[in-house]
């Protein structure tokens, strides 16, 4: 086990994968010469060649439309978003292409493909730069969309993705590349964590928190908080939200009775409406308190540093909505 | 009674100059009957193929959106002619023509667009959605322009391994103008992909003819801006579709670079279905009727040496075929699965 | 032959058309895409085409008549055909209602209440009284008030607010809701309401020791029992162990803990309720022990692996062959699991609890090794969370490292199967007639008979014999 980043997590995960199958390449803006615009794929270019890593120019659609038809024939392409916001340049051939082509053709050609990236707000990037569009991904059947919080879920779930014969919406945390966390190396297995398994970060009895991506962190330092004041918050990550765990999360929710559903993106129609119709759903006679929802504010990214996090949820936005769902505030 | 109808006189050009005279349409390319009845036989059956599709549409027995390729025969049997069987072929929504080429048998496209379980894509596609891994037919498209990154994509594989392997494209002019074709033809100049990005300009993007859409009719000169190779020519000879589209099939098998071609066809029918095509005039139509490279080629096979009996024989193989194919269609259960198609190993 | 032109689907959504004029005649020739018509339907005015080969023997209808969609309009075949039998159908449909092939336009849905204003509708309780829904909350997100807050519209007055698991909860400890003072918004009874009315009332559940109630404290290794009482499981008392010893200290009563309690009332309950039999099989553990010290022997140092380990694998694997094994009563239905968890029973001070490895079929050996050693490991030190010792579907329960040959476990309700592992032993065997030395290990198999019969049973140890006797089968 050793302690290493989210970025180099995912860069171990690529490396691996492309060692061990031929037919995986990356391949985006920035990925190889210039060591990754985030530098999640450096080094990856001295590795392999230049075949495996390429560089593209800015086109968005187009080098998403090869990823697809590259797929289809039988590589297994990671095509690489510099930032999910622009994938919104290329969602025709995500959702149109990627995602349907295994049914309209009748079975015949799947799409293993990976689209990956940073999602969510960076830091004080404006409205363009800042958006979490997991709901629109997650709403398309025929896409798989996997969000990892930690190093740990990044490498497991990333090498998956990859193996997985369909086309796996990846996004990661803009704010969590430096993240560390206690990593298997592969030297003990290949240490593939499951798509559509969720995790329990923290164990409590009181409340359980849904989260994931960024917020995770953001609900373990609300809970830490909130332990010194005898309320045990239980944190539940799905990390793949289609297909959504249900399950592990209902089960939570069923032992503590109260839910806070915790997301960096807009409310209307953002992911944790979904979360919030299933918990009640299959957990309505547990509950002692109506579902509580803490997102950002229904509003484009401010770019001043203070107005983004008047935006954005904080610890305490999550601790007020725990309190109001124990009845105390 | 009745509308007054807006006539719109299509020409090739801008209004006011002359419509430009294209490549000579006597012109003939050497053949023989060995080479050119395939080819006709090929025209023949998707012609029919299409004309019983329309009938059971307007039957009600084929819904949604039905686009023909009347007409336009002779580009796609006359490119897909130029490939081997490890090629692939990526086309649009009005690809019953370039599937049949490939090798699609009749049967599972008429039972397709019939919505039923034997359909090539089991009811899943319909018109749009032909695919048949088979036969390297990576799919029909209903999104102008989106498939041709994919196209790109197919021959970035063909590179990326090595395996010789050509993609031949095939859009409208309707899609010049799009991001996906923009992009894709752009990556596959930069990258030099193995792939033949095919313009069927049949000189009307639904109901907007090619003026209209243009600021430059000359698709092909695309190619110029990103360096690769272009050609363009009238698409009214099969055999001379086939020429030189094996010139570019060549070029991308043996230099493995992409060349953007435009064919200049037309089409007898409306954009679908529903299009009352309102236009275009009838005598313009009639005008590119009279010139139908089907008959064309017919009176080519005759000229070559086919003789009437063989050719009168070919012609009815080929009615019993589609006719065979239409009693499938007809007699075939209806789709019954819709859920097992979304996920792989779900 | 002829046959009759019905009039065709020139839109979409077209049901009927007006024929504005013909362009060709009686007795001319047509061959596929000749346009013979104009018809005007509710887009533009459409051109018909025919599709046939022939000559039009007969118009049936008259420029500017209206037609439905399919009704026939024209007779097309060889010249010089007799079609008076076809223009008579004709008349006898066109007169009848619309051709089959006529698609509608769809009909407009009839809605339910158009969603302006949400409204929520009291629940029906069967048992509890009455309760209308809860006071409207403000949408906010965070610590940010809403700036428009939703008016949702409440309904007729409420008497009684409740929350479902108040509600739930005051049904189990015998409480009306009436008599108990609600603290949430509006006066809504929630969870705390109803417990402080329960400890106010005196507990009914100890039999006079004092009992230290510490309602934050939930022994991590209990939450077993199912979700949906979960909520009073969470309650658990923790007891101070208290001697009473009797006056002639013959005896001493110790304090039943919890673990023993519920472990008392599970397996009476099992025993009781679901009836149990039994199928023994003894098999040959050569082949698995040289399996095991061959894995053994590449781990080295990183790692073990248990004849446990590779019997955990083989029980996922055989529920795979065999999975109507993988199943429990239900009552109405049996449920049959699509996934294989794998429930171990581990000893621990004062007791037995049974993590679960989940997906055992999916794991490899070394992964179920790891994870057992470390699940037991933290069994022992009362660390297991509460979603690793739920949901397991068929339980191995393995007493043959303390020198039990043969034993037969109870079922862990609602698994169907448990199998009970006994000792490896040196006993003589019979091979090709003769006397041999041999090492056997006797497995129990309990079934619930309410879902697997002895043949059923058979089979799945059958399978169960094959992979064990066979190891490297379990390594595909």
Request: hydrophobic content about 45%.
């Amino acid at each position: 086990m050793a302690v290493i980043s989210y970025r180099e997590a995912l860069n171990q995960a690529m490396r691996e994968e492309m060692e061990r199958d031929p037919n995986v390449f990356v391949m985006g803006e920035e990925v190889g010469h210039y060591n990754g615009a985030y530098k999640v794929t450096q080094g990856l270019l001295q590795r392999f060649s230049e075949r495996r890593i390429v560089d593209a120019p800015i086109a968005e659609m187009g080098f998403a439309g090869i990823g697809v038809g590259a797929a289809m024939v039988g590589l297994r392409p990671i095509i690489e978003f510099m930032t999910f916001n622009f994938s919104l340049v290329a969602i025709d051939q995500i959702v149109n292409n990627a995602a349907k082509i295994f049914q309209m053709s009748g079975g015949q050609y799947n799409i293993p493909i990976v689209f990956r990236g940073p999602s969510g707000p960076a830091v004080q990037v404006g409205s363009q730069h800042s958006q979490a569009l997991e709901s629109y991904y997650a709403h398309v059947p025929g896409l798989k969309v996997v969000m990892p919080s930690t190093a740990l879920d990044a490498k497991g779930l990333l090498k998956s993705a990859i193996r997985d014969d369909n086309p796996v919406v990846f996004m990661e945390g803009e704010t969590l590349y430096n993240t560390t966390w206690e990593v298997p190396d592969s030297a003990s297995g290949d240490d593939l964590i499951p798509i559509g398994v969720a995790d329990i970060k923290r164990v409590g009895k009181d409340i359980t928190l849904i989260a994931w991506s960024k917020m995770v962190w953001t609900c373990l330092d609300a809970a830490k908080q909130l332990a010194e004041e005898g309320i045990e918050c239980e944190v539940v990550d799905p990390r793949t939200l289609r297909p959504l765990d249900v399950e592990t999360l209902a089960a939570s929710v069923n032992k503590t009775g109260r839910c806070v559903i915790v997301e960096i993106g807009w409310p209307v129609a953002g992911f944790g409406a979904e979360v919030a119709y299933q918990m009640q759903r299959h957990c309505m006679d547990a509950l002692d308190a109506p579902i509580e929802r803490v997102t950002s504010d229904d509003v484009p990214m401010p770019y001043a540093k203070n107005l983004e996090d008047e935006v954005q949820p904080q610890v305490k936005d999550i601790v007020a909505a725990v309190k109001r769902a124990l009845y105390l505030e | 009674m009745g509308m007054v109808r807006a006539v719109v006189t299509a020409s090739m050009t801008t209004p006011d100059s002359k419509r430009v005279e294209h490549d000579d349409h006597q012109e003939l390319v050497e053949t023989t009957p060995e080479e050119l009845a395939p080819l006709y036989r090929q025209m023949l059956a998707i012609r029919r193929l299409e004309e019983a599709s329309a009938k059971a549409y307007s039957q009600g027995k084929i819904g949604g959106f039905l686009h023909l390729i009347i007409g336009q025969e002779a580009v796609c049997v006359g490119a897909i002619a130029a490939l081997e069987k490890k090629d692939y072929v990526v086309a649009t929504y009005r690809e019953h023509g370039h599937a049949y080429a490939k090798g699609v048998a009749a049967r599972p496209i008429l039972a397709e667009l019939y919505g039923k379980k034997t359909g090539c894509v089991k009811g899943l596609g319909g018109s749009m959605h032909i695919f048949d891994k088979a036969t390297n037919f990576l799919g029909g498209y209903g999104i102008v322009g989106g498939h041709v990154p994919i196209a790109a994509g197919a021959a970035f594989a063909s590179k990326y391994r090595g395996d010789g392997a050509v993609t031949l494209c095939f859009f409208g002019e309707g899609a010049s103008t799009i991001g996906g074709f923009a992009e894709g033809l752009a990556l596959a100049a930069l990258w030099k992909l193995p792939v033949v990005l095919i313009c069927e300009n049949n000189q009307y993007s639904m109901g907007t003819p090619l003026y209209r859409s243009l600021a430059v009719e000359d698709v092909s000169l695309r190619a110029l801006a990103h360096g690769m190779a272009r050609d363009r020519f009238d698409g009214d000879d099969v055999v001379k579709v086939k020429r030189r589209i094996a010139e570019a099939v060549e070029r991308a098998r043996t230099t493995g670079e992409p060349t953007l071609v435009e064919v200049i066809t037309y089409r007898f029918r409306g954009h679908s279905m529903s299009d009352p095509g309102l236009y275009r005039t009838k005598d313009e139509v009639e005008e590119w009727k009279r010139r139908d490279p089907l008959n064309r080629c017919r009176q080519r096979l005759l000229d070559v040496g086919m003789i009437d009996a063989d050719l009168a024989a070919l012609e009815d193989d080929v009615k019993a075929e589609i006719e065979d194919a239409v009693k499938f269609a007809e007699e075939s259960p209806a789709a019954d699965e819709y859920k097992k198609y979304v996920v792989k190993g779900q | 032959m002829a046959q009759i032109l019905g009039l065709p689907k020139l839109s979409p959504t077209m049901e009927e058309g007006v024929l504005v004029r013909w362009t060709r005649k009686e007795g001319d020739k047509v061959s596929p895409g000749d346009l013979i018509a104009e018809v005007e339907t509710d887009k533009a005015n459409m051109d018909f085409n025919v599709e046939d080969e022939g000559v039009l023997l007969k118009l049936l209808v008259k420029e500017g008549d209206t037609v439905k969609l399919g009704a026939p309009v024209a007779i097309i075949g060889k010249a010089g055909e007799d079609v008076s039998a076809l223009v008579e159908q004709a008349k006898q449909a066109g007169a009848a209602a619309p051709a089959p092939a006529a698609v509608a336009a769809p009909k407009p849905v009839a809605s339910a209440a158009a969603p302006t204003e949400p409204k929520i509708t009291a629940p029906a309780q069967a048992k509890a009284p009455a309760t209308p829904p809860p006071s409207p909350r403000p949408a906010a997100s965070g610590a940010r008030p809403a700036a428009r807050e939703p008016q949702i519209a409440q309904a007729p007055t409420a008497k009684l607010l409740a929350s479902p698991l108040a509600k739930t909860l005051a049904i189990e400890l015998g409480l009306d809701l009436r008599t108990i003072q609600g603290s949430g918004p509006g006066g809504r009874i929630v969870e705390r309401d109803v417990r402080q009315a329960a400890d106010g009332v005196g507990s009914s559940s100890t039999t006079g020791n004092g009992h230290a109630s510490d309602a934050a404290t939930a022994e991590a290794a209990t939450g077993h029992a199912d979700e949906a009482a979960a909520p009073t499981q969470a309650l658990a008392v923790r007891h101070a162990r208290q001697l009473v010893p009797d006056a002639a200290g013959d005896f001493e009563d110790l304090p039943a803990s919890n673990m023993r309690k519920r472990i008392a009332a599970r397996l009476t309950e099992a025993k009781r309720d679901i009836p149990h039999f039994y199928l023994m099989r003894k098999l040959d553990a050569a082949p698995l022990l040289a399996f095991r010290a061959r894995l053994n022997e590449l781990l080295g140092d990183r790692g073990k692996v248990s004849v446990n380990d590779l019997v955990i694998k083989a029980v996922a694997l055989a529920l795979r062959r065999v999975p109507e094994c993988n199943a429990s009563w239900e009552g109405d239905v049996i449920r049959y699991y699509h996934r294989v968890h794998v429930g171990v029973a581990v000893a621990i001070e004062d007791g037995l609890v049974t993590p679960v490895v989940r997906d055992a079929d999916q794991k490899g050996i070394g992964a179920i090794a790891a994870e057992v050693k470390d699940l037991a490991e933290r069994a022992k030190k009362r660390g297991l969370k509460g979603h690793e010792i739920t949901g397991s579907t068929f339980t191995v329960s393995n007493l043959g490292m303390l020198g039990i040959e043969r034993f037969t476990a109870i079922l862990n309700p609602p698994e169907a199967g448990i199998l009970a592992i006994g000792a490896t032993v040196d006993e003589p065997v019979v091979v090709k007639d003769q006397v041999v030395p041999g090492k056997r290990l006797t497995v129990t198999m309990s079934c619930d008979h309410r879902v697997i019969d002895g043949a059923l049973g058979a089979r799945w140890l059958q399978a169960f014999a094959e992979l064990f006797e066979k190891p490297e089968s379990l390594a595909l």
